[in-house]
């Protein structure tokens, strides 16, 4: 079983529309859960961290997570062709030692 | 806000030649770097950890001796592939973090490496 796992997609949105990303875990030692995206030949970019169960909102974006299910999603509202993209999940252990480990990411294309 | 400057943001090299590859956080003190590569479609791989003035710790699979990595100062890490061959060709990716930050928010561009 992969440590993280994520539907390559793509998935296609039109704009306007609420996309949803899902991503799944397996080590239960996790503690904090990251959302990066990631356009093509470019770098991540942090969009949220979340450490606790439910819901964290940020502007257009609301991260979700369920810590007994193993699973956070992103859900990005009013979807602009500008959030084309790839978007990678990432967890980590306890404490600022621990390194990043990242699922291989879901392509969004949103549709005119 | 915070960035994290890495240079050169491509470079193309001959097989068997060393190339160096610069990572600077530009307004804050990184005591933590990391050293990303990332084949295409596929996700960020951890390659090794570096602290200020101590050994880089490698993944399992990274050989030492071929990445090399200094962090020789608070704002400076670089990784030099040494002898490189066309499997190296990828992209490199480090990140840095300052003690206390629990975010690993700052990327630097990335590289583009390729090995003919």
């Known amino acids: 079983q992969k440590e993280v796992e994520q539907n390559s997609g793509p998935l296609s949105v039109p704009e306007g529309a609420i996309a949803s990303l899902n991503c799944t875990y397996s080590?239960?030692?996790?503690?904090?859960f990251f959302w990066y995206r990631q356009y093509s030949g470019k770098s991540p970019e942090l969009i949220m961290f979340?450490?606790?169960?439910g819901d964290k909102e940020d502007g257009r974006f609301t991260a979700q997570l369920n810590k007994a299910s193993q699973y956070v999603s992103l859900l990005i509202r009013d979807s602009q062709p500008s959030d084309s993209a790839t978007y990678l999940c990432a967890f980590r252990r306890t404490g600022t030692a621990s390194k990043l480990t990242f699922g291989t990411g879901t392509r969004l294309q949103v549709t005119l | 806000g915070a960035v994290v400057s890495q240079h050169p943001s491509w470079v193309i090299c001959k097989s068997g030649t060393s190339v160096k590859i610069e990572c600077r956080s530009l307004d804050f003190q990184a005591t933590t770097m990391f050293w990303y590569r990332q084949f295409p479609k596929q996700s960020l791989m951890l390659m090794a950890t570096s602290n200020e003035g101590s050994k880089a710790t490698y993944e399992q699979g990274v050989e030492k001796d071929k990445f090399l990595i200094n962090h020789a100062s608070l704002t400076l890490s670089t990784l030099t592939v040494t002898s490189a061959h066309p499997e190296d060709s990828s992209f490199y990716i480090c990140s840095a973090r300052s003690q206390g930050v629990d975010i690993e928010a700052f990327f630097g561009q990335g590289t583009r490496l390729t090995v003919v």
């Open positions: 979340i450490y606790s169960n």
């Open positions: 080590d239960r030692g996790s503690q904090s």
